[in-house]
């Protein structure tokens, strides 16, 4: 899955037309590392997502056992055409086609599927520092897929940005439409990171010694931080608003947020995120 994101976002920040050229190609890529490879995944697999590092790996500790470089290698090469064919399912514009509110519906998908999906694997994995990995992860899907759906992947933003009115082509119908592909995104992350632990699974509350009080608070007071920012530095059509770095601003404010909060109810900011980690421990625990 990871290895799919490596490419996807290669291939829609350095190599798609209209998104192209651009300052922050280096930036999304790199952060794919960050969010999967050192943290995330790497927990589960190591964190390869490239054949040419598996084989080095697998060379290196020869005296320990030799093979399972050839099964890293081929689901690296299925995430890679999987990549391909999805670039092209989100922009079809760029093989002769035109661009659709399917390629839309798809772009909001994915993204919120990735973000989810990196959430419960450093949640699962207990990884030292998830904020930073889970920003990573919605940096490099909003750098990605920023210009072709507008990279919402989280229905309060959506929502922020419909009433906002600065954006005529986000129709009461369409955010309807957006805010259902990213639950269903979340709720397919929510089972994938499950089946990736076979069957565990997290609760979403409260954190020990906190109120569901608290917990209103804090999600209030971070998801407002979040959908500000968006509005600022990626809608607005003033002199905050910036082409280059609306992904990193947007993406720290998940790193302020879970940080901040995370003891509090977990930092969500996101329904998406909340129904998904929700769905996820009630068709593994049933509770």
Same mark, same amino acid.
Request: aromatic fraction near 12%; charge should be neutral.
């Given at each position: 899955?990871?290895?799919?994101?490596?490419?996807?976002?290669?291939?829609?920040?350095?190599?798609?037309?209209?998104?192209?050229?651009?300052?922050?190609?280096?930036?999304?890529?790199?952060?794919?590392?960050?969010?999967?490879?050192?943290?995330?995944?790497?927990?589960?697999?190591?964190?390869?997502?490239?054949?040419?590092?598996?084989?080095?790996?697998?060379?290196?500790?020869?005296?320990?056992?030799?093979?399972?470089?050839?099964?890293?290698? +081929?689901?690296?090469?299925?995430?890679?055409?999987?990549?391909?064919?999805?670039?092209?399912?989100?922009?079809?514009?760029?093989?002769?086609?035109?661009?659709?509110?399917?390629?839309?519906?798809?772009?909001?998908?994915?993204?919120?599927?990735?973000?989810?999906?990196?959430?419960? +694997?450093?949640?699962?994995?207990?990884?030292?520092?998830?904020?930073?990995?889970?920003?990573?992860?919605?940096?490099?899907?909003?750098?990605?897929?920023?210009?072709?759906?507008?990279?919402?992947?989280?229905?309060?933003?959506?929502?922020?940005?419909?009433?906002?009115?600065?954006?005529?082509? +986000?129709?009461?119908?369409?955010?309807?439409?957006?805010?259902?592909?990213?639950?269903?995104?979340?709720?397919?992350?929510?089972?994938?990171?499950?089946?990736?632990?076979?069957?565990?699974?997290?609760? +979403?509350?409260?954190?020990?010694?906190?109120?569901?009080?608290?917990?209103?608070?804090?999600?209030?007071?971070?998801?407002?931080?979040?959908?500000?920012?968006?509005?600022?530095?990626?809608?607005?059509?003033?002199?905050?608003?910036?082409?280059?770095?609306?992904?990193?601003?947007?993406?720290?404010?998940?790193?302020?947020?879970?940080?901040?909060?995370?003891?509090?109810?977990?930092?969500?900011?996101?329904?998406?995120?909340?129904?998904?980690?929700?769905?996820?421990?009630?068709?593994?625990?049933?509770?």
């Amino acid at each position: 899955l990871y290895t799919f994101m490596l490419c996807f976002v290669v291939l829609n920040v350095a190599a798609a037309k209209n998104n192209t050229p651009n300052q922050f190609y280096g930036l999304a890529i790199g952060f794919v590392i960050i969010a999967a490879g050192v943290y995330g995944a790497g927990m589960a697999s190591g964190g390869c997502f490239n054949p040419a590092l598996a084989v080095a790996i697998d060379i290196s500790s020869y005296g320990k056992g030799f093979g399972w470089c050839f099964a890293f290698m +081929l689901w690296e090469f299925i995430g890679a055409a999987l990549a391909v064919g999805l670039f092209k399912v989100v922009r079809p514009d760029e093989f002769g086609g035109e661009k659709t509110e399917g390629a839309e519906l798809a772009s909001e998908f994915l993204g919120t599927f990735m973000l989810v999906l990196t959430v419960g +694997l450093n949640v699962m994995g207990r990884t030292p520092d998830g904020a930073w990995s889970i920003a990573c992860s919605l940096m490099s899907m909003i750098y990605a897929l920023g210009d072709v759906s507008g990279a919402h992947f989280n229905p309060a933003v959506t929502l922020a940005i419909l009433v906002s009115g600065r954006c005529p082509e +986000l129709t009461p119908a369409k955010a309807v439409k957006y805010m259902g592909a990213q639950i269903v995104g979340g709720m397919a992350a929510a089972l994938t990171y499950s089946s990736i632990y076979n069957g565990a699974s997290f609760k +979403l509350g409260p954190g020990a010694g906190f109120t569901y009080a608290g917990v209103a608070v804090a999600e209030f007071v971070f998801t407002f931080l979040l959908c500000f920012v968006v509005l600022s530095v990626a809608v607005s059509s003033g002199a905050t608003k910036n082409p280059t770095m609306f992904g990193l601003a947007i993406g720290s404010c998940l790193t302020c947020g879970v940080n901040a909060i995370g003891a509090v109810s977990g930092g969500a900011l996101n329904p998406a995120v909340s129904v998904g980690i929700a769905t996820g421990h009630r068709l593994a625990d049933g509770s």
